[in-house]
């Protein structure tokens, strides 16, 4: 509802007053506005205007006192509410305002109790402002009856013995659109009650009989009438042959509508619309499993770099993407499933489960839609999120333990980055206490020796597919635990603020370690450290690098700093200022996990880099995903554009590697190549010499694919192309498909629809967006329209094929296949 500002006649002769007693106002939360006088013509225009809803004056003034003020407010407006705010006033001239028509009076120490006074005041003019117009109303009730009914705003029907209607207003006319003519004779509820609401209204008036065997003869209900909520009072007046009933129905509409956001606001989120904590707790304490005692399971949701998105682009697109992963959950979740936002940036789901291999695979599945990326306008952000589970069998619980321990189990997840979720366990409640003495112990790791040591994971080039860098990957020999992986130190020493300290050690470290090898008269390699944002923040980082430099009697060019993508965009003007810095000492730089945040090709093109690192979650499904590669390709692009080296991370499978090498992407690492190597196995491999194999696609010879699940049709399919003269490459799995697509320049690939891993048409729908230049056939024996007609529409395919085949018809369509593909692509035969 519209709120109207409180209108304000300040008299007052002291300006500080004025402000003082404004201010109390509006920190109260009042909406008003002022009018500020002094003198007495003033103050008597104001009233004769009728302009103020209450007056607020002071008792002394130089030029018209506030006694005056308050006769003349009693001539010319009495129903205005008069407070006096003064500096003291004494009982008995207070007692005598008071009698004089005041309404009350605050003194100028105790300011707090200003708004308050106003606000009584207002509620008490309005109050007898409603006492008076009902006096009035009742003193001309029986004369203005008839124009009541006529004009009055509240529903007004009149009801014989049985609930039918004798008499309506002219307001109960227009509630249901129908003349008094036509509303005469019919029944109560079934002109106005929903139809829904009909039963229920009639045993209301069924109540009014029964209050009037009792001595009572009044009944209240709400019911809708049209588009209105109507609150009804109903009462039976007893006459000389019959008794008639009188219903008076109110619209309460904006008043339901006020009650529903006033319980909106307390129960829900006001961003997202979803359920808050508060309502997620009741739903957990009222919890009843369905019948076969499913489990429950409640799922945190923890989505992270959110801070940075705010930090960089600004809250609003922040925003954006909270209702951008809010929506993406509530598409997920299924009927019975409950979701909710219950911190910044996590989010809550209950759901049932018949065990925990269902509950196992529905937090894959959640993962995977919550891992995808998430587009905003141009741009696309990749947020990580993990998952703390706790499960509930028909066990009593309680609401705020449960979540709290789906707090300790998400912590966990986060820790530990390995599935991405975890499910709670009795032994993460002391995990708070575990911490502390893991961060204790980190703290004698990084005073003494041998404790930290780095592994170095080499990266080599495309071309010549010798090792021309490694990456300082730093590791923990705990002598409790073993060696701890760096996803779990490393966050906890980020926490506890030991992470320039640590990240300094490993700069050292690697630097003396280069310079070792170099001294051994191994060919010199580039070693990369990577900084975390704390120390980009230093502000002696650049005299930490001179030491580091100085000690180890490293040459500045053998050494990278890499930075993160979302690093370099916390403040671009500092870090472009310290990275010009480190340039000109003759240190390399490159951006690392590009691609996973929000980085500002503006900046991109000013930041004095050499490399950019493609993030490995690219890299994964770069055979599989069109997506990923597109977007690798692009990243090769616009690197080389801005004349820098592109370094992929991740690299496992010889079809990555070739697919990159295709998009000339300049250096890899990953598995493919080499693991992160200790200190020993490091230099023994670049005594050898090793080298990368090269990974280019094998070049196009009439090369045919066949994929089809079925072994046996992989066989006749063999038979009958031997000798063809085209090479052949045969799989049971659409996945390994793309790997030899990855490695092969395919012309012609043939599949089966029906597969348990993919089927045919999504399949060839990938391939038609990764290599459009392919003659895509499916080869099946299901002939649904439906599928086919799919499969033609969609671009996807060429020829569908039925089987059993013609052997003569399989290889003419195979010809026809090849032709096409050497004729739109221009190439020939080897």
């Excluded at 619980?397 to 009795?426: C, M």
């Excluded at 000339?664 to 230099?683: K, N």
């Excluded at 299901?782 to 529409?793: P, R």
């Amino acid at each position: 509802m519209e709120q109207f500002p409180i209108k304000i006649l300040l008299l007052e002769d002291v300006q500080l007053d004025v402000e003082m007693a404004c201010d109390a106002l509006t920190v109260a939360g009042l909406v008003f506005e002022t009018r500020h006088v002094m003198l007495e013509g003033d103050f008597r225009a104001a009233l004769l205007e009728k302009w103020p809803d209450i007056i607020i004056a002071d008792y002394s003034l130089p030029h018209f006192d506030g006694y005056t003020a308050l006769l003349l407010r009693r001539e010319l407006a009495p129903d205005v509410p008069f407070v006096y705010f003064t500096g003291s006033l004494g009982e008995e001239r207070a007692v005598e305002t008071l009698r004089a028509g005041a309404t009350d009076y605050v003194l100028k120490h105790s300011l707090q109790r200003l708004p308050m006074a106003v606000l009584r005041a207002l509620a008490e003019a309005d109050a007898m402002r409603d006492q008076a117009r009902a006096r009035r109303e009742l003193d001309n009730e029986r004369q203005l009856l008839g124009a009541v009914l006529a004009t009055a705003g509240a529903l007004i029907v009149v009801l014989d013995r049985n609930g039918r209607i004798m008499q309506i207003n002219p307001s109960a006319e227009r509630s249901i659109g129908q003349s008094k003519v036509d509303a005469i004779g019919k029944e109560f509820r079934q002109l106005f009650a929903s139809v829904g609401e009909s039963e229920w209204v009639g045993s209301q008036l069924d109540r009014l009989e029964e209050h009037e065997r009792s001595d009572s003869n009044y009944v209240s209900w709400r019911s809708t009438v049209g588009h209105l909520s109507v609150q009804w009072s109903a009462g039976r007046l007893p006459g000389s042959q019959a008794e008639y009933a009188v219903l008076a129905g109110i619209d309460v509409t904006e008043q339901e509508i006020a009650e529903q956001q006033a319980y909106f606001l307390r129960h829900y989120d006001s961003l997202t619309g979803l359920p808050n904590r508060a309502l997620l707790e009741r739903r957990l304490d009222q919890f009843q499993p369905t019948e076969g005692g499913n489990l429950l399971a409640l799922i945190l949701i923890g989505v992270e770099r959110l801070a940075d998105v705010r930090d960089s682009l600004g809250v609003a697109t922040g925003d954006l993407l909270l209702r951008e992963i809010s929506r993406r959950l509530g598409s997920w979740q299924q009927a019975g499933d409950w979701l909710a936002r219950v911190g910044d940036n996590n989010f809550a789901l209950m759901l049932e489960v018949s065990d925990e291999v269902e509950l196992i695979n529905q937090l894959r599945h959640l993962l995977e839609q919550l891992r995808k990326p998430h587009r905003l306008d141009d741009r696309e952000f990749f947020l990580p999120a993990y998952l703390g589970v706790v499960v509930h069998n028909n066990e009593e619980h309680d609401p705020a333990g449960s979540l709290q321990a789906a707090e300790a189990a998400l912590h966990r997840a986060i820790l530990d980055q390995g599935e991405g979720y975890q499910l709670y366990q009795s032994t993460l409640s002391n995990e708070a206490a575990e911490r502390l003495i893991l961060e204790g112990e980190l703290r004698l790791a990084l005073q003494g020796e041998g404790q930290l040591v780095l592994h170095y994971q080499p990266q080599a080039d495309l071309g010549s597919g010798k090792v021309v860098g490694l990456e300082a990957l730093v590791r923990w020999n705990h002598p409790r635990l073993g060696l701890v992986p760096p996803a779990q130190f490393i966050p906890l020493a980020e926490s506890c603020g030991l992470i320039i300290k640590l990240g300094e050690q490993v700069l050292r470290m690697a630097c003396h370690q280069a310079a070792a090898w170099q001294r051994a008269g191994l060919p010199p390699v580039t070693v990369a450290v990577n900084l975390a944002a704390a120390q980009w923040s230093q502000s002696n980082l650049l005299a930490i690098v001179k030491s580091a430099l100085a000690e180890s009697g490293l040459d500045p060019q053998w050494l990278e700093l890499e930075l993160t993508e979302s690093t370099s965009m916390h403040d671009p003007s500092a870090t472009i200022k310290v990275m010009a810095n480190l340039r000109a000492m003759g240190v390399h730089m490159s951006i690392d996990d590009f691609g996973t945040g929000y980085c500002n090709l503006n900046y991109l093109k000013r930041f004095p880099v050499d490399k950019l690192k493609i993030d490995r979650s690219f890299v994964m499904e770069i055979t599989t995903d069109p997506d990923d590669l597109a977007i690798s390709r692009t990243v090769v692009a616009i690197a080389h554009q801005l004349r820098l080296e592109v370094v992929a991370e991740g690299v496992e499978t010889e079809g990555q590697l070739a697919l990159l090498a295709d998009a000339g992407c300049d250096l890899i690492q990953g598995y493919f190549f080499s693991r992160p190597l200790a200190v020993e196995a490091c230099t023994a491999l670049l005594s050898a010499g090793t080298t990368l194999s090269a990974g280019r696609r094998q070049r196009y010879n009439r090369t045919l694919l066949m994929v089809d699940d079925e072994s046996n049709i992989l066989a006749s399919l063999r038979r009958l192309l031997r000798g063809s003269g085209y090479q052949l490459l045969t799989t049971n799995s659409p996945l390994e498909a793309f790997e030899l697509l990855a490695t092969h320049e395919v012309g012609v690939i043939v599949a089966d629809q029906r597969m348990p891993e993919l089927n045919g048409t999504e399949l060839l729908n990938r391939v038609k967006d990764m290599y459009p230049g392919t003659v895509r056939m499916i080869l099946s024996g299901y002939t649904d329209l439906q599928t086919v007609t799919d499969a033609v529409n969609r671009g996807a395919i060429y020829k569908f094929l039925t089987k059993p085949w013609e052997d003569d018809a399989l290889l003419a369509v195979l010809e026809e296949a090849f032709s096409k593909y050497e004729l739109d692509r221009n190439v020939a035969v080897r």
